[in-house]
């Protein structure tokens, strides 16, 4: 196969089961996701599986991956269609199974792969699919390769070569388990709803908490691609405010929540309330910090400023930078600048040497979190999230802007940005820039304007250590600011 993909065929026809279609569209910023079958079709997933191996051996990289798949009813035939792709492009396929995300990035190290490509839809609801992939572990594909692969596939460039081949390979999830577990055991009593909605995470998360001395509260643990109560995505009210009624109902210490492939993780403490990931964030950095003095960490721009201005972490050195929102721009950020962490809002955290290899796992953050109750045996959650220094966040908020208007947009609004000294009263002492603009304040308030990766929206957050008035007073401002474009519509929601 070496033909252009088509960007629309006619299901249910002829050419449909034969000739590779593929929407652009669907190659984003760090990784691949499509409709399924609307937007993709299985010989649209074997042409992306022949340039991906095609883009391995552009730069003379061995010629082996890992390849894993979630726990959907359609995840195995878009994995099998991607490895013939592979196969076919000269690649040495190690096939290991079900699997999470960040089972299949440790496969790589595991395996001394050259390469990894996870088969999943992430959070995103039944009826899609995607691929993450990487070379560089534990990178995974940032904007220059999804468009380089994109260029591939979509111009029909893939090269078929000899020498590709596809190997089951068994045992991959023990050891993945055996290396987040080692020999650590709980000296704590501790009781905690495991939320999977019932999702691929329920294969590992409450065997692995059980494992280290964890009294798991099970909820949505059993295994149902049909996803009978709701979408796993702990970054929903939906599964959060259920995720609280079951500490509320069980008496629990806390609960964690995991996402369709495993990478994320969301937070409840024992009074039922959500602790957003950079909050969370926040809780563990001032944990490692007596550990780790002088360290580096980057939050992503989404998230609190408590990074820069907690006086724990000031007073340990730690040194905090903010940095572009999206699982691959974070990992790759963490790994350029040897920071211990990065953490970002949506729930994706980076622990790096000594605490992990880089990569976002939401298995690998849940001991971490373990080990902080254990280390606070006399602290419950909400103690812990209660002596953070008080601020007042907005929610995220979305106004319409057309997706081909967005980023030109964005750069006149961060241009005038750019020039403001002011903003409700306090002075700017930066605009950080690199995604969008986030422009920090004088008493540690922050506002943020950027543009959504996924949807045709503006992103706007805003932060204060002052009280509701000011926040809105900061949102108020920065929003007269965005009103100077007639591009931007309505807010989704507002203040």
């Not at 999830?173 to 577990?181: I, K, T, V």
């Not at 400023?305 to 972490?313: C, E, K, N, R, Y």
């Not at 953490?343 to 690998?364: N, Q, T, V």
Request: proline share 6%; glycine share 12%; charged share 25%.
């Amino acid at each position: 196969m070496s033909t252009r993909p088509l960007t629309e065929v006619t299901p249910n026809s002829w050419d449909f089961l034969r000739e590779p279609m593929i929407r652009p569209t669907g190659f984003r910023e760090y990784d691949a996701r499509w409709r399924f079958p609307e937007e993709i079709n299985l010989p649209g997933i074997t042409a992306l599986g022949l340039g991906l191996g095609t883009q391995m051996q552009a730069r003379g990289l061995p010629p082996s991956i890992a390849v894993g798949n979630d726990y959907r009813d359609y995840s195995l035939g878009v994995k099998q269609a991607l490895i013939l792709g592979l196969t076919q492009a000269g690649i040495q396929v190690s096939d290991i199974g079900t699997a999470l995300s960040p089972m299949a990035y440790f496969a790589q190290f595991h395996l001394d792969a050259a390469a990894v490509a996870m088969v999943t839809a992430s959070h995103n609801p039944n009826g899609w699919t995607g691929v993450k992939m990487g070379f560089e572990r534990p990178l995974t594909h940032g904007p220059d390769e999804m468009a380089e692969l994109r260029d591939i596939v979509m111009e029909g460039r893939g090269v078929a070569r000899p020498g590709g081949g596809w190997s089951r390979v068994d045992g991959v999830r023990e050891a993945y388990l055996d290396d987040l577990a080692g020999d650590y055991r709980m000296t704590r009593k501790l009781r905690m709803v495991v939320a999977c909605g019932n999702g691929t995470a329920a294969a590992f998360a409450p065997e692995l908490l059980e494992r280290i001395g964890v009294e798991v509260i099970g909820l949505h643990t059993d295994l149902d691609y049909t996803f009978p109560n709701y979408n796993p995505n702990p970054e929903a009210m939906e599964m959060l405010h259920d995720m609280a009624r079951a500490v509320r109902e069980s008496g629990a210490d806390l609960a964690l929540g995991f996402d369709g492939d495993g990478d994320r993780c969301g937070v409840v403490d024992d009074r039922g309330e959500e602790i957003f990931a950079d909050k969370m964030g926040v809780i563990l950095a001032r944990d490692w910090a007596p550990r780790h003095p002088g360290a580096a960490i980057v939050a992503d721009v989404k998230s609190t400023g408590l990074f820069a201005s907690d006086p724990v972490l000031r007073a340990h050195g730690i040194k905090a930078e903010y940095w572009k929102t999206g699982h691959s721009h974070m990992k790759r950020r963490v790994h350029g600048i040897g920071a211990l962490a990065g953490f970002e809002k949506s729930g994706h955290y980076f622990l790096a040497a000594p605490l992990g290899r880089g990569y976002d796992d939401g298995m690998r953050v849940a001991v971490e979190i373990c080990k902080l109750m254990d280390r606070n045996a006399g602290a419950s959650l909400s103690d812990l999230a209660g002596a953070l220094p008080r601020v007042w966040t907005s929610p995220t908020m979305s106004p319409a802007c057309p997706d081909e208007e967005k980023y030109q947009v964005l750069d006149r609004i961060v241009e005038r940005l750019g020039d403001v000294d002011n903003l409700a009263g306090h002075a700017v002492t930066g605009v950080v820039t690199v995604n969008g603009a986030r422009v920090m304040l004088d008493h540690g308030g922050w506002a943020l304007v950027r543009a959504s990766s996924n949807t045709p929206n503006l992103v706007v957050v805003c932060e204060s250590p002052d009280g509701p008035e000011d926040l809105r007073a900061i949102f108020a401002a920065l929003d007269a600011v965005i009103r100077t474009e007639p591009g931007v519509g309505a807010y989704d929601q507002t203040l």
